[in-house]
C-alpha cells in the first residue's frame, strides 16, 4: 500500500508517559496528511492502458511547483494482470489548503487492549472488500489470527501485512456517526511471542477518508465490533467547522 497509509508507527514497549506520547502522534499525524505526498495531497491516479508502462521523466516534465508524481501497480480483479498508473501529488493542493483537523476521542486507557496472536503457516490469503470495486474483493496476506475478548464478546480478527507491519481494518458502531463511514485502520504492535496489542486510541481514518484518489480495503465481518470504539481519529474537519465527505 505504497503512499497509501500515513504514519506507521508502531512500540513494543510500555511507555512512561502514554498521553504524552498520543498527544505527539496526534501531531504527527497532522504533519504527515499535509504533507507533500500526504493524503491530502493526493490529487490524480491515471490509470494508463493495459500492458504500458509509467514514463515517469514525461509526467514530470513542466509540472508546476510542489508537483511531484510516482507510480502504483495493482491487479485487475477480472484478468489478474496488473495495472499500473501515475500518481500527482500537489502539495498545495485545495484539500490542504481547506483542511483543519482531524477531530479525536480523549485518550483512554481503558482501550488499549492486548490479545493473543497465533501465526498461521504459509501465506493465507483472506478477500477484502475496497471502496471503489463495485463490491469485488482483493486478497490479501493475513499471517496470523488475533483473539481479542472486547466487552465479554470473542473476536478472531484478521489484521494484514502492510509492508511488514499488521494493519486491522475494523469497523463499529461509530461508522458515519461520529468516526468516518467506511470504517478505520489500526497498526498492531507484537508484545512478545504469541501476544500483540492494539491501541485503539491511535486508530485512524484511512487515506480514503482524506482523498478520493485511494481504493481502501473496508472491514470484512469479522472486523466489526458490536460495541462503539470511543476511541482515535473521528473523522477529517474543513475550515470552518464542515467534516470532509468522501
Same mark, same amino acid.
Given at each position: 500500500?505504497?503512499?497509501?497509509?500515513?504514519?506507521?508507527?508502531?512500540?513494543?514497549?510500555?511507555? &512512561?508517559?502514554?498521553?504524552?506520547? @498520543?498527544?505527539?502522534?496526534?501531531?504527527?499525524?497532522?504533519?504527515?496528511?499535509?504533507? *507533500?505526498?500526504?493524503? &491530502?495531497?493526493?490529487?490524480?491516479?491515471? @490509470?494508463?492502458?493495459?500492458?504500458?508502462? %509509467?514514463?515517469?521523466?514525461?509526467?514530470?516534465?513542466?509540472? %508546476?511547483?510542489?508537483?511531484?508524481?510516482?507510480?502504483?501497480?495493482? =491487479?485487475?480483479?477480472? =484478468?489478474?494482470?496488473?495495472?499500473?498508473?501515475?500518481?500527482?501529488?500537489?502539495?498545495?493542493?485545495?484539500?490542504?489548503?481547506? +483542511?483543519?483537523?482531524?477531530?479525536?476521542? %480523549?485518550?483512554?486507557?481503558?482501550?488499549?487492549?492486548? *490479545?493473543?496472536?497465533? %501465526?498461521?503457516?504459509?501465506?493465507?490469503?483472506?478477500?477484502?472488500?475496497?471502496?471503489?470495486?463495485?463490491?469485488?474483493?482483493?486478497?490479501?496476506?493475513?499471517?496470523?489470527?488475533?483473539?481479542? =475478548?472486547?466487552?465479554?464478546?470473542?473476536?478472531?480478527?484478521?489484521?494484514?501485512?502492510?509492508?511488514?507491519?499488521?494493519?486491522?481494518?475494523?469497523?463499529?458502531?461509530?461508522?458515519?456517526? =461520529?468516526?468516518?463511514?467506511?470504517?478505520? +485502520?489500526?497498526?498492531?504492535?507484537?508484545?512478545?511471542?504469541?501476544?500483540?496489542?492494539?491501541?485503539?486510541?491511535?486508530?485512524?481514518?484511512?487515506?480514503?477518508? +482524506?482523498?478520493?484518489?485511494?481504493?481502501?480495503?473496508?472491514?470484512?465481518?469479522?472486523?466489526? +465490533?458490536?460495541?462503539?470504539?470511543?476511541?482515535?481519529?473521528?473523522?477529517?474537519?474543513?475550515?470552518?467547522?464542515?467534516?470532509?465527505?468522501?
Amino acid at each position: 500500500m505504497s503512499h497509501a497509509v500515513s504514519y506507521p508507527v508502531v512500540l513494543d514497549q510500555p511507555t &512512561l508517559d502514554p498521553v504524552g506520547e @498520543w498527544e505527539a502522534w496526534c501531531v504527527e499525524r497532522r504533519r504527515s496528511v499535509t504533507s *507533500a505526498t500526504g493524503n &491530502l495531497a493526493l490529487v490524480e491516479t491515471r @490509470w494508463l492502458p493495459r500492458g504500458e508502462h %509509467p514514463d515517469l521523466e514525461a509526467a514530470r516534465s513542466g509540472q %508546476p511547483r510542489g508537483v511531484s508524481v510516482t507510480t502504483v501497480e495493482r =491487479t485487475d480483479l477480472i =484478468t489478474g494482470e496488473p495495472e499500473r498508473a501515475l500518481r500527482f501529488w500537489d502539495a498545495h493542493s485545495s484539500a490542504i489548503q481547506d +483542511f483543519e483537523r482531524i477531530d479525536v476521542f %480523549p485518550y483512554d486507557p481503558a482501550w488499549v487492549l492486548d *490479545a493473543r496472536y497465533t %501465526p498461521i503457516p504459509g501465506a493465507r490469503k483472506v478477500g477484502f472488500e475496497h471502496i471503489r470495486d463495485n463490491g469485488g474483493t482483493r486478497d490479501l496476506v493475513v499471517p496470523g489470527d488475533i483473539a481479542l =475478548t472486547v466487552d465479554g464478546r470473542d473476536y478472531l480478527l484478521n489484521a494484514f501485512d502492510d509492508n511488514g507491519v499488521l494493519l486491522l481494518v475494523f469497523g463499529d458502531p461509530t461508522n458515519g456517526d =461520529t468516526t468516518y463511514g467506511a470504517g478505520r +485502520f489500526l497498526f498492531v504492535t507484537h508484545t512478545g511471542e504469541g501476544t500483540v496489542r492494539l491501541d485503539f486510541n491511535r486508530a485512524f481514518v484511512p487515506p480514503c477518508g +482524506f482523498s478520493d484518489q485511494y481504493n481502501c480495503p473496508m472491514p470484512p465481518r469479522q472486523n466489526r +465490533f458490536h460495541l462503539p470504539i470511543q476511541a482515535g481519529e473521528k473523522r477529517p474537519v474543513l475550515r470552518g467547522g464542515e467534516p470532509q465527505q468522501y
